[in-house]
Nanobody
Framework: QAQLVESGGGLVQPGGSLRLSCAVS????????MGWYRQVPEKQRELVASITSGGPPNYADSVKGRFTISRDNAKNTVYLQMNSLKPEDTAVYYC???????????????WGQGTQVTVSS
């Protein structure tokens, strides 16, 4: 059974950086599109970045130029480097395996526990 384990969150001051990791098991990682989502209470989960097996990454406008998604197929891990963090980036961050669905994506794996990112002075 596929499993996702996110890590790397924490408390950081505005303008700071964090690097999130997501270890993936139970699937053929290298051929799958991966994505990072975030969720704040009482709001829908938001896709912030995605990366295919070989194409360019995509980003939500809210994080473009500040966040970078990358993957290490040898380690079955996807990363999210977050720079110039803002208080509005505060959320629980999740990764998932994506498949094309309509004009967007659907997730293929049960959600992991996520990792909390708090941006505050």
């Amino acid at each position: 059974q596929a499993q996702l384990v996110e890590s790397g969150g924490g408390l950081v001051q505005p303008g700071g950086s964090l690097r999130l990791s997501c270890a993936v098991s139970g699937i053929i990682f290298s051929t799958n599109t991966m994505g990072w989502y975030r969720q704040v209470p009482e709001k829908q989960r938001e896709l912030v970045a995605s990366i295919t097996s070989g194409g360019p990454p995509n980003y939500a406008d809210s994080v473009k130029g500040r966040f970078t998604i990358s993957r290490d197929n040898a380690k079955n891990t996807v990363y999210l480097q977050m720079n110039s963090l803002k208080p509005e980036d505060t959320a629980v961050y999740y990764c998932n395996v994506l498949t094309s669905y309509g004009s967007g994506y659907a997730v293929l794996v049960s959600w992991g526990q996520g990792t909390q990112v708090t941006v505050s002075s």
